[in-house]
């Protein structure tokens, strides 16, 4: 059975897109060897075009900034295993913001109000958790009406 890699080369177009894709996954494969772990896991090559310009997405700016600082190094390995590099160009990504979880209301059943109520008036007077119940009572109720 032929395996999809062998159908890939059997079209120029497609043949040139396994090619690239195969040339950015040694080049991050690189990257990662040279970068320590933490950044290495925020950083990923975004495009390595003909002209030799490498561009890599980093998730945040604080990561942008030390991985300036690395490209000197990053450029050295790289040519060590015979690619060269024309320009490294640092992309922050930019992510959508997370809208804030929606907040359900949550309502307590008047028999469990009466229940609490009921405890509340069984304890002693000095009793903090009576005082406590009573509170929460009365602000299960006020929720209802407000």
Do not use: W
């Not at 640092?90 to 907040?103: G, L, N």
Request: aromatic residues 4%; hydrophobic residues 50%.
């Amino acid at each position: 059975m032929a395996q999809i890699k062998d159908h890939l080369f059997m079209s120029p177009d497609l043949a040139r897109l396994a090619a690239h894709a195969q040339r950015l996954g040694q080049v991050q494969s690189l990257l990662a060897e040279v970068l320590p772990p933490a950044l290495s896991d925020n950083v990923r090559v975004g495009d390595f075009n003909e002209a030799g310009e490498l561009i890599l997405l980093v998730k945040g700016n604080a990561a942008a900034a030390k991985l300036k600082q690395l490209v000197p190094r990053f450029e050295q390995h790289l040519r060590a295993h015979a690619i060269i590099l024309q320009r490294v160009r640092v992309r922050v990504e930019v992510f959508e913001a997370k809208s804030a979880p929606v907040k359900t209301l949550r309502t307590v059943p008047d028999h469990a109000k009466a229940a609490f109520a009921e405890l509340a008036e069984r304890l002693p007077e000095s009793s903090p958790l009576r005082e406590s119940l009573l509170h929460f009572v009365a602000r299960a109720r006020d929720e209802d009406v407000g």
